[in-house]
């Protein structure tokens, strides 16, 4: 996604709200979140701001840019911000991993090792929130990994559910576009 409108519209936006979730149900201090598809840093900067280490990773080079031009400078010691694809990324231990509507642009052959690599940084509690997107989604297509709601649960079977919401309806996208939205916003315990 290389459209600088996304970013314009999404830079500066509050953090989102499950990701603020995940913060709280982690019911202690964080040391370590990891970021996949950050973008122009919404999520990453109040990780940051909460005093925490902070590897953010996207593959457009815009979006790192943005990013690390928003981070104060005594703050930029906790940050690694790499422009990769976040699929051949190795992921150290977290208290969070983050991924706000970033997991269904992986594609579906490399989403299996991606997930395990997510569930072993997570391992002894560490907590999962992000979006993955459904059948009915306008944006559903075999270059994309989409879940049936079966399918998303199956995914989070060994993990102790927060929040699981399904949205499945009509909704303007950052650019300003209509879409049918067809998604599943999970919050995550790993046991």
């Given at each position: 996604m290389?459209d600088?409108?996304y970013?314009d ?14 913060i709280?149900?982690?019911g202690r ?9 950050c973008g122009?840093?919404?999520d ?8 925490w280490?902070?590897l953010?990773i996207?593959?457009?080079p815009?979006a790192?840019e943005r990013?690390l031009g928003?981070?104060p ?8 911000a790499r422009c990769?694809?976040f ?7 977290a208290?969070?991993?983050?991924s ?9 052959a ?9 569930d072993e940084?997570?391992?002894g ?9 459904g ?6 297509g ?6 049936s709601?079966?399918?998303?649960r ?6 102790e ?6 949205i499945?309806?009509e909704?303007?996208?950052?650019r300003?576009r209509?879409?049918r939205w067809h998604l599943?916003s999970v919050?995550?315990?790993?046991r």
């Amino acid at each position: 996604m290389t459209d600088s409108l996304y970013y314009d519209r999404t830079q500066g936006a509050p953090p989102w709200p499950v990701l603020l979730m995940a913060i709280e149900a982690l019911g202690r201090p964080g040391n370590r979140g990891i970021d996949l598809g950050c973008g122009a840093g919404r999520d990453t900067l109040e990780m940051l701001r909460r005093g925490w280490e902070v590897l953010a990773i996207d593959r457009e080079p815009e979006a790192i840019e943005r990013l690390l031009g928003q981070v104060p400078p005594d703050q930029l010691p906790r940050l690694q911000a790499r422009c990769a694809r976040f699929e051949d990324c190795e992921l150290p231990a977290a208290d969070v991993v983050n991924s706000a509507f970033a997991l269904p642009f992986c594609a579906p052959a490399d989403f299996p090792a991606l997930w395990q690599r997510i569930d072993e940084a997570l391992a002894g509690g560490g907590i999962f929130c992000g979006n993955l997107f459904g059948e009915r989604d306008d944006w559903a297509g075999p270059e994309l990994s989409i879940f049936s709601e079966d399918q998303v649960r199956q995914l989070f079977a060994d993990w102790e559910l927060l929040h699981f919401e399904v949205i499945d309806r009509e909704g303007s996208t950052a650019r300003g576009r209509t879409k049918r939205w067809h998604l599943f916003s999970v919050v995550a315990r790993h046991r």
